[in-house]
């Protein structure tokens, strides 16, 4: 068998379930190979930005690895911000570039492609990757593979592989698995013991739970620890919709001044408040009433346990996790347990009143709670912010490095990687940089229901600097547009044309659905208003 064989059973083995690219020269080889493997089906898509969102994606919501081919040079460099989300966000994205191959890179002449010297690339990525490998040399290709991809999923960062063009055919041993590092036993102990201990003196103890909860697959085991301990369960703004299937009375998702006034004083009122998997941002926490005092909080994140001045490194959440359970005794089974819901909306009246961004959440709600889960894949804008009041659902966006542009390539892999349908949260500016992927939906049989909060600007931007022009995008006519790439276009401008449209687009399949949702500017979320007052108050600017 040939590397490209060996490397693709890597993959597969590790949770990788396609490969999501944009092929070129320097990656034709690695291409030609993939395609005649079939181990990976291989999706090519219009821009590489979209490769890196749609594998982010899928490795967010299935779990495991996600895959990102590109070419060398202008591909890879393409993809350097999706990349830079997945490392920020956690999540084990592999990144496979072709490159020249030893004979070329030693000729002497510049290569095309090429940027200041030939292993510009290579340091670029080195910089937004756990671990990166060369696969020039067939007798280390093998060791190489199993470090890079096993680093993937026990850091939940991205890697880097970078494919000379003469080496994919070549032939390559099989590729093992490293055992995963030895956890010490004795710290291990200490700190759940230490832990327990602590949140026994809380008086008001509390759990939140982030994202490395669903990138290590522990929300099963979590949620049984939850209900063992018998604290009250918060998410973080980026963890919304962890636990959304488990039986645990889930308080809701902590947005500080933006949300929930009460939730936020529970979480900021704890003596024993417990991050598990938490990522310490300002998205997460800046908008808070009282600066949380994080050295009297848990925190285990990133492999680490934090509390007080004691610190155990390398205890894998996963580790943590059973240590606790193996020390708390199994919970009677909980009634049947309400599941936490988004806005209550029961005053909502579908009817001709102009649609706003809080009856979107009403009108998905409502549909949800018809029709049972869709898998929510947000993009960042007021869109991410109305999906706080949706009922809690596996939601997948890029809550803390926050880039533009993922939410429409993140529903085609989400729909590539799990079969489910998807409904993609989007605003018109967003929509603007990456909509046009939904050319390929018909091609794969892709059907993603699009909801485009089209409110003709940048509105996030003009709620923070109302006065700057340059945030009137004017009304593009996307519904009109959807037609030309191969889905339905649905314009809606009422509450009523609004669930109609929903209702119609659910009971469409095989064409991908757009709503263009047609909001005046400066029609904003409850949620984004609370942050914008929040973040003025906070910062001491006159709140607008
Ligand atoms: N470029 C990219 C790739 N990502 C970004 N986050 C930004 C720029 C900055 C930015 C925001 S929010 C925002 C921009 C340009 C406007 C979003 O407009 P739209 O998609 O229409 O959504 P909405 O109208 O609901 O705001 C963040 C704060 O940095
Ligand atoms: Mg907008």
């Known amino acids: 068998m040939n590397l490209t064989q060996r490397l693709l059973e890597a993959l ?3 949770g990788a379930t396609e490969i999501f690219g944009v092929p070129g020269d320097f990656a034709l080889p690695l291409f030609g190979e993939i395609e005649r493997a079939g181990t990976l089906p291989l999706y090519t898509l219009a821009h590489e930005p979209a490769v890196g969102f749609a594998a982010d994606a899928a490795a967010r919501l299935r779990g495991g690895l996600g895959v990102a081919a590109v070419t060398y040079g202008a591909g890879a460099f393409n993809l350097v911000n999706a990349l830079a989300s997945a490392y920020a966000e956690r999540v084990p994205l592999v990144v496979l570039s072709g490159a020249p191959a030893a004979h070329e890179a030693a000729s002497g002449l510049l290569l095309h492609h090429q940027v200041k010297t030939l292993d510009s690339q290579w340091r670029v990525m080195a910089e937004l990757t756990a671990d990166q490998a060369r696969l020039d040399d067939m007798r280390s290709a093998p060791q190489q593979i199993a470090r890079v991809l096993d680093c993937a999923l026990r850091e939940a960062r991205p890697v880097y592989l970078e494919v000379p063009r003469d080496m994919p055919g070549r032939p390559c041993d099989a590729v093992g698995s490293a055992p995963p590092p030895e956890v010490d036993a004795q710290a291990l102990a200490a700190c759940a013991d230490e832990l327990l201990q602590r949140l026994r003196a809380a008086t008001r103890p509390l759990l939140m739970v982030g994202v490395e909860v669903r990138r290590y697959g522990l929300e099963a085991r979590v949620a049984e620890l939850a209900r063992r301990l018998g604290i009250p369960v918060v998410t973080s703004f980026m963890g919304r919709g962890l636990l959304a299937e488990q039986q645990v009375a889930l308080r809701g998702t902590y947005l500080g001044l933006a949300g929930d006034a009460a939730l936020a004083a529970e979480v900021e009122n704890s003596d024993g408040l417990l991050l598990l998997g938490v990522i310490v941002s300002d998205t997460n926490f800046a908008v808070s009433a009282r600066a949380i005092d994080l050295r009297y909080a848990i925190q285990a994140l990133g492999g680490r346990v934090v509390m007080g001045h004691h610190v155990y490194p390398e205890l894998p959440l996963a580790a943590l996790v059973d240590a606790l359970l193996e020390r708390v005794p199994a919970a009677p089974p909980l009634p049947q347990l309400a599941s936490a819901t988004g806005a209550p909306c029961a005053d909502a009246a579908v009817d001709d009143t102009p649609v706003q961004p809080a009856d979107v959440a009403c009108a998905v709600n409502r549909l949800l709670r018809r029709v049972g889960p869709m898998p929510i894949a947000s993009d960042v804008g007021d869109c991410l912010f109305s999906a706080m009041d949706m009922d809690p659902t596996a939601l997948i966006a890029p809550g803390y490095y926050a880039t533009m542009g993922y939410g ?5 892999g989400v729909q590539a990687a799990t079969g489910q349908r998807p409904l993609v949260l989007v605003g018109d500016g967003a929509f603007q940089m990456t909509g046009w992927e939904l050319g390929n939906a018909a091609r794969y049989g892709w059907d993603p229901i699009v909801l485009v909060y089209n409110n003709a600007s940048w509105e996030m931007l003009r709620a923070f600097q109302p006065e700057s022009r340059f945030n009137d995008l004017g009304r593009w006519d996307f519904a009109a547009a959807a037609a030309a790439l191969g889905g339905d276009g649905h314009v809606v401008r009422t509450r009523a044309e609004l669930d109609a449209a ?9 064409r991908f659905q757009l709503l263009d949702i047609r909001l005046e500017p400066g029609a904003r979320s409850p949620t984004l208003n609370r ?12 709140p607008g």
């Open 502 to 510: 929903l209702a119609r687009a659910h009971a469409t399949r095989g």
């Open 408 to 412: 429409v390539p993140a529903g085609l």
């Open 12 to 14: 597969r083995s590790r």
């Open 531 to 542: 942050f914008v007052q929040a973040v003025k108050r906070l910062s001491g600017a006159q």
